[in-house]
């Protein structure tokens, strides 16, 4: 009589150790568990109401036991430990958390409930394939350790999200599966022996049974050791209702070797075994998920190289010296020393020191930069000739490029809407792929029934969805990572798929297709014309200090041109009295100097205060505008005395940009806030193109808005600050230049430099994505038109299956990584 079997653990499954069983009574019924961790987990399950968990688990399911809870938990709410993995140490938070102990979908399912019963969580979301946890909560309700504490109550460990942990954790993936190709492989050499004897004639002697048995002692480690991540696949997906590929590997691999056990202890003098055809596929098979997981990580390999461009360490100057340090012991306003040839370790202000920064890996800018006192250094940029001394402003996350790696992540772990209809396509795929393979089955059987039999597992697995899944994906990821190192970030692969099919680009004026550095061109009091460069007469030199006196207050660029116009000349600061000033956005300024009443804008500005205009400074403003150069109107005490004509430089690869967007169909409209006929001039020089002038920064967001309505699919490009709701507004709103703060919140795309010719290079590049899709997907199709009535005919065995089925994923992979060639050539 057999010893009595273990009680199993009601929460893990786990067999129980007599001396070590815990019981507890769990909805009026007594409860076994392994241990006091499983009963606390299954008692904390059952108190929140989500025993549902248990029912999403089918029977057979372990779970392990739950992991140890971080020690000192209380050091996460410290907000210098917060603000490592933390965005915004704000009232509202959100953390990526990586979680052990998830299995499957149900350990999902009770994560995302749970948390969301706290008081004070605002969202939970787990992706399961890279066991994150994102979560957003409210830290004045609630401390991230009771959010972990929680998570340890419910049998899951987590700790803050590190990019390296998660490198080396699929580095460690990877080698398993190395490991398990290498069995595979070493069996599958020595079942060639066996192969070559039976073939030629131990199959008819008294070796026969020999020869089987020795291929069923090294093909059952096989299947087990180095099948396991198919069995294990197949079986999850099989108890979610979720048909993955591993399913047909599964069962064409547990078919043939089944039969080949059968045969073998049938004694059968005709029918063969298959133990080598086993090995042979799985052994094959790995291979090319090795393959494909090589391709994958060197495909988006992007964010690690902008992780690789974060320093380790930094020189922190102390009254002792230096001192190297490890970079996260750096704190705001310490001061860091930068070498020759060093990166730069933070985002900060140059103290002292003068020399060129290579910034190409932020802004693909190949030039260097001349820095020098007062100017800011980026993390990750690489120092040339100089010593610089910086005072730290941004460490790590917080730095320009933290930002951007937080970024290019988010924008690989998106999904297109292209690839929900691929997602929910593969699983029927599967449920064809079985039926087509029973039909098969049944069709031969009465032919011959080993034929039959290789001819079904042949079209198991050689049916391959895998590029419909890896389309998208890969495809965004190349994409995105390309972008970035470019200076091009995008936000996410819904994006490329509207950029894709935008018709009409909308681009703001003024610090787009201009510099945004506003210059003064003229100056005319009466029939009196003044240019800069030449000898101003004392009456523009007294008018420019009036100016000076008033324009000092405004931060507009116009403001800053005449600033700027009036000191060149020698006009010094604070020579006139100045009070009541009033700033009206989108019209000018006004103020008392020493009692006399001067305003300053454009024309609708002194009509409106009552100014008596003058005729023929009207009909100066009109000759400049039909050049192109804009005006702005001076009044002293409600008279008009002057008419300044200034001028925002149009930038030199703008005419370029315009002429290649035309050229490839699209239209083009360009917005400003000047007058009609100066904005046409401009549109003018640039080649051509509709004009929406006169708007103010308030209705930006309105004239996309009425575009929109008339069925056109807009891209507002702009500079990310006064354009920010219009660039939401719009269908892909792409920010220039100011590419790290308000724009990375409301563009789609954000540009780190100022070069125009990134609009065109984004355009270009979300074409090209979506129609590698596209082609990833045709050669989806077409692998499986071609290789499944081939397989269904018995033309092709499991063998040539297992090596033709990756081929299609590994097609997949290299047209994705060929979007990396479109920009070669360009710096």
Not at 98 to 116: K, P
Not at 464 to 471: D, E, K, M, S, T
Not at 484 to 508: K, M, P, Q, T
Request: glycine content about 8%; proline content about 4%; some cysteine.
């Amino acid at each position: 009589m057999s010893a009595e079997s273990p009680k199993a653990c009601f929460h893990c499954t786990l067999p129980i150790e007599a001396s070590e069983e815990v019981t507890a009574e769990i909805k009026g019924k007594q409860q076994s568990f392994c241990c006091n961790g499983c009963k606390s987990v299954c008692e904390a399950i059952y108190a929140s109401g989500l025993e549902g968990f248990y029912q999403r688990m089918y029977d057979g399911t372990q779970l392990a036991p739950p992991p140890d809870l971080p020690k000192e938990l209380a050091l996460y709410d410290m907000d210098e430990v917060q603000e490592e993995f933390v965005d915004d140490l704000g009232q509202i938070r959100d953390i990526h958390l990586l979680v052990d102990g998830i299995h499957c979908a149900a350990c999902v399912w009770l994560i995302e409930h749970s948390l969301l019963n706290l008081a004070g969580v605002k969202a939970a979301r787990v992706n399961l394939t890279g066991r994150r946890l994102h979560v957003t909560w409210d830290n004045s309700r609630l401390k991230l350790s009771a959010i972990i504490r929680r998570l340890g109550q419910i049998g899951y460990a987590a700790v803050p999200y590190d990019p390296e942990a998660a490198e080396d954790r699929l580095r460690l993936e990877n080698r398993h599966l190395l490991y398990r190709m290498g069995f595979a492989g070493f069996t599958m050499m020595n079942l060639l022996w066996i192969s070559i004897a039976l073939y030629s004639g131990a199959d008819k002697g008294e070796f026969r049974t020999l020869f089987q048995w020795v291929g069923f002692a090294l093909a059952t480690p096989t299947l087990i050791y180095s099948g396991y991540p198919f069995f294990k696949g197949a079986w999850s997906g099989l108890r979610h209702l979720h048909l993955g590929m591993d399913v047909p590997i599964a069962i064409g691999a547990s078919i043939t070797y089944l039969y080949s056990i059968y045969v073998m202890l049938s004694g059968s003098g005709t029918a063969e075994v298959y133990y080598d055809t086993v090995v042979n596929f799985i052994f094959v098979i790995l291979v090319g998920r090795y393959l494909e997981a090589i391709s994958k990580r060197q495909a988006v390999a992007s964010t690690q190289r902008l992780l690789d461009l974060q320093p380790r360490v930094a020189t922190l100057l102390i009254p002792e010296g230096e001192k190297v340090v490890p970079i996260r012991s750096v704190k705001q306003g310490d001061r860091v020393l930068v070498r020759p040839g060093e990166r730069v370790p933070v985002d900060g202000l140059i103290v002292e020191g003068h020399s060129a920064v290579d910034e190409s890996m932020l802004t693909g800018e190949s030039v260097s930069v001349q820095k020098g006192p007062d100017m800011s250094v980026s993390a990750g940029t690489i120092n040339g000739h100089g010593a610089l001394q910086v005072s730290v402003t941004g460490l790590l996350k917080d730095s320009a490029l933290g930002r951007i790696i937080r970024l290019v992540e988010e924008a690989q772990a998106s999904k297109a809407p292209i690839q929900c209809v691929a997602d929910r396509i593969v699983p029927w795929f599967v449920a064809i792929t079985i039926g087509l393979a029973c039909a098969t089955f049944f069709w031969w059987w009465d032919t011959d029934f080993e034929l039959a039999l290789m001819a079904a597992t042949a079209v198991l697995i050689i049916t391959c969805p895998c590029a419909f899944g890896l389309a998208t994906p890969m495809s965004i990821a190349v994409a995105t990572g390309l972008g970035a190192r470019y200076g091009i970030l995008i936000r996410n692969g819904d994006v490329l798929e509207r950029f894709s099919s935008i018709d009409h680009f909308v681009f703001d004026k003024t610090g787009t297709l201009t510099k945004g550095q506003m210059q003064v061109t003229s100056l005319q009091m009466g029939r009196q014309v003044w240019m800069p460069g030449e000898t101003p007469p004392e009456t523009a030199r007294k008018l420019l200090g009036q100016l000076l006196a008033v324009e000092q207050f405004s931060e507009h660029s116009i403001a800053e041109a005449l600033v700027n116009c009036a000191e060149l000349i020698g006009v010094k600061r604070n020579q006139f009295q100045v009070s009541e000033f009033v700033n009206r956005p989108g019209y000018g300024v006004s103020a008392q100097v020493e009692g006399e009443t001067v305003l300053i804008g454009n024309h609708t500005w002194l009509v409106q205060n009552g100014v008596e205009m003058q005729s023929d400074l009207e009909q100066a403003a009109s000759e400049l505008d039909k050049l192109g150069v804009g005006s702005i109107r001076c009044a002293i005490n409600d008279k008009e005395v002057a008419l300044i004509g200034v001028e925002d430089p149009i930038r030199q690869d703008a005419a370029g940009l315009v002429s290649d967007l035309k050229a490839s169909g699209m239209k083009l409209s360009m917005l400003s806030g000047d007058r009609q006929a100066t904005a046409e001039a401009i549109a003018q020089r640039l080649g051509g193109m509709p004009v929406i002038a006169e708007v103010l920064p308030e209705q930006k967001d309105q004239v996309i808005d009425q575009l929109q309505q008339h069925g056109q699919r807009v891209a507002m490009v702009g500079d990310g600050v006064n354009d920010a709701p219009a660039l939401v507004r719009a269908d892909v709103g792409i920010a220039l230049g100011s590419g790290t703060d308000v724009s990375i919140a409301s563009a789609d795309i954000v540009l780190m430099s100022n070069e125009l010719d990134k609009v065109r290079l984004a355009s270009a590049l979300s074409r090209r994505t979506l129609r590698t899709i596209r082609q990833n997907i045709g050669l989806s199709i077409a692998y499986n038109i071609i290789m499944i009535p081939l397989a269904m005919s018995a033309l092709v065995t499991p063998l040539v299956a297992a090596i033709s089925m990756p081929i299609s994923s590994l097609l997949v992979i290299g047209n994705a990584a060929r979007i990396r060639t479109l920009f070669r050539g360009i710096r």
